[in-house]
């Protein structure tokens, strides 16, 4: 599981798409069209539709004292969605730690990524034709990013990458397919509208071994000298329906879905280890099936009594940043009424540091995980135009 089968072998064909261009006005009035210099092999970014979008938003408390902006700033998670007629590309970076190293490393492997995709994928003589060939271009794509980071000079970064194209020959509902190849903590989804159930398609880079939210198992950048860590690597495939929604994330979504984040469950591995007496130890297994239980839970609410109407991808994406929002209101809230206390210039040093105390002891009761949180989303079907 979370792997191809040495056999597999589904052939597809990918349409390039028609190229979007921006218009400028000559001093005569004439309507000339302007060719943007490409980035990552599109023109024209910006450009989205409800079926195909995504969202980074920062969830840490804001800054007192009159400092403009959060905590954590700046945001290190990058995304991309590139749709296409027939196919689609998301990619997600989540640069490890804070600071403008990892988001430098995290822009550079979604670009160096991208950058080799839209070449191989499309602009090559040798197209790819089968499952395989896909799986192996995006691998070497992350070939790509790490040249890239390293020769920008950024730290570290995870990252994910899927593909999602139209099969030559459905295997029965199933006329799409999905290849993703992942390092680091920022997994894929799939959303079954026929079904209603969500799937992890890369679970097996953690199978059986407890999450650990301060280690995200494997990075592109600089991890040993000028080498990556590719201990987690995987590729993983999974057969698609038209409508499914396939998204990514970063693990500062993925992670506010987790039992033991939001106090639901224990575990006696990671920060974690310590729980109130009242939660239940959980397994990895079991832990991994919270999470999924509890992401279902809340895209199955968008439409609760309208079981037969599908969800669609603009739907999911806002269900998901308002959960992630709400379950850490109360740690970010806490956070803000701290700053503002301890920053009391009438407080002795022992009262600043008994106030710190206090509300360390009170964030501990709280669920959820401040955190960058990115979401790259994508509804299955065929598209009558392209967008990025």
Known sequence: RGTLPSKASISFTLCAGRRVLAWQMLSRGVLMPSVPVPAAGIAV????????????????????????????????DVYAVIARPNNAILAVADGCSWGPKPRQAARCAVRGS?????????????????????????????????KMIIENKGTTTTLCVAVVFELAEPKGENGWGLCVVSVGDSPCFVWRNTTRQVVEVTSAAHEGHNRDMR?????????????????????SFALLAEGDIVFVTSDGVSDNFDPVTLHEGATTHGPSAS????????????????LIANLTQVIRGIKPQLKNEPIHAWELKEAIVKHVIDVTDNQRACMESSLKSVDDPELSTVERRARELEFKEKLKTMGGKLDHATLAVYEVCRYHNSCA
């Open 45 to 76: 970014w910006n450009i989205q539709l409800s079926e195909a979008i995504g969202i980074s938003i920062s969830l840490y408390d804001h800054k007192v004292g009159g400092g403009a902006g959060r905590h954590g700033d700046p945001n290190a």
């Open 114 to 146: 991208l950058e080799y995709l839209n070449q191989k994928l499309f602009d090559a003589v040798d197209k790819p034709h089968n499952t395989q060939d896909i799986v192996r271009h995006v691998r070497m794509s992350f070939d790509s990013a790490q």
């Open 275 to 290: 729980p109130p007496v009242s939660l239940p130890v959980l397994t990895p297994d079991q832990r991994q099936a919270g």
């Open 215 to 235: 280690d995200s198992g494997g990075c592109l950048g600089t991890s040993v000298g000028d080498e990556p860590d590719l201990g987690n690597l995987i590729c």
